[in-house]
């Protein structure tokens, strides 16, 4: 018995909601194929795609891990063989480390006697990721599970809900040929913020979200802007001012960093999309650095089997 799935990729804080907001992106993901073998406990036969170099050892694996929880958990007397295919590149800021925790457990999940629950299942991906980042964190997990626009709140006990996006919008993507590890880029953060930022902040996060439930384009547009987070971590960008002003003097809704970074994103209508794609691109090409570039929808579609 085997089964194969797909995790999304994932934009982590959307700028304004650190470690709680995230949503998925279409265009790229990781593959998962998990086999049933008779004896309890997980190996990874081959790792391929985009990055291969990674630990075979499934403790030190995202998706070796996170499925090596279930076995464990569940008291399963059998376990399972991954097959993992990278389509996220190496320290992108793209969820690349919760896509395969992801879909590592949704294959493997398939297998099951007893289907999980999303929510079951997304505990069990947060094992995974915490290998990756040391500590465990939902803002990529969530939304590549569940898909779409994603608010969580709480840890242990989380609630998850699908946050509505106004169907004309599009998010660009654009992913510099560049590693931040995610450990670096939480490293130089300030562990205090001014209670200015922290009232600024708020007030983008409430606009933000209520402008996608209510459609309100504008409000979106004045609302997305990280005020906390970004202005710590654009040092670590090359040309970031660069791409971010290429974005919004051509139709941007928003701009800002994807996660942890490298890669940046970008919110706008459909129509603007290619242009804030060009513009991006250049922006990286100002400090000759060359890029990759996606534009996709924010449909709520997260992780499933496809084999």
């Known amino acids: 018995m085997a089964a194969t799935a797909f995790a999304p990729a994932s934009i982590g804080n959307v700028a304004v909601g650190f ?13 998962v194929t998990a086999r049933r073998v008779a004896t309890p406990g997980v190996t990874i036969g081959a790792i391929t795609g985009t990055t291969v170099d990674l630990p075979l050892d ?11 929880s279930m076995v464990r958990d569940l008291k399963l007397d059998f376990g399972f063989e991954l097959t993992i295919e990278k389509g996220i590149p190496l320290g992108s800021g793209l969820g ?32 995974g990721e915490q290998v990756a980042s040391g ?56 562990k205090t913020v001014s209670l200015s930022d922290v009232i600024w902040q708020t007030a983008n996060i409430s606009g933000f979200i209520t402008g996608c439930f209510t459609g ?21 960008i090359p ?6 002003q290429g974005a919004l003097s051509n139709g941007a809704l928003g701009c800002s960093i994807s996660g942890a970074g490298p890669t940046i994103f970008a919110w706008c209508e459909q129509q603007h999309a290619e242009r804030v794609r ?9 400090v000759k650095m060359a890029s990759d570039a996606w534009i996709s929808t924010l449909d709520a579609v997260g992780a499933r089997i496809v084999d």
């Open 278 to 286: 060009d513009a991006m691109v250049a922006g990286f090409a100002t």
């Open 58 to 68: 499934a403790e030190k694996n995202t998706a070796g891990m996170a499925v090596l």
């Open 135 to 190: 500590s465990r964190h939902v803002d990529n997990i969530a939304p590549s599970l569940f898909g779409g626009l994603v608010l969580t709140v709480g840890i242990d006990n989380p609630n998850v809900k699908q946050i509505p996006v106004p169907p004309t919008v599009r998010c660009v993507l654009v992913h510099p040929h560049m590693v931040l590890n995610t450990r670096e880029a939480r490293s130089i953060l300030s």
């Open 19 to 31: 470690d709680v907001l995230g949503h998925s992106f279409q265009s790229i993901g990781d593959r």
């Open 239 to 244: 040309g970031f001012q660069a791409v971010k």
């Open 96 to 127: 690349g480390s919760a896509a395969s925790a992801v879909a590592g457990v949704v294959a493997a999940n398939a297998l099951l006697p007893k289907p999980l629950t999303l929510l079951e299942q997304l505990q069990f991906a947060l094992k």
């Open 216 to 236: 309100d384009l504008q409000l979106i547009r004045e609302s997305l802007e990280d005020v906390v987070i970004e202005p710590q971590r654009q040092v670590l």
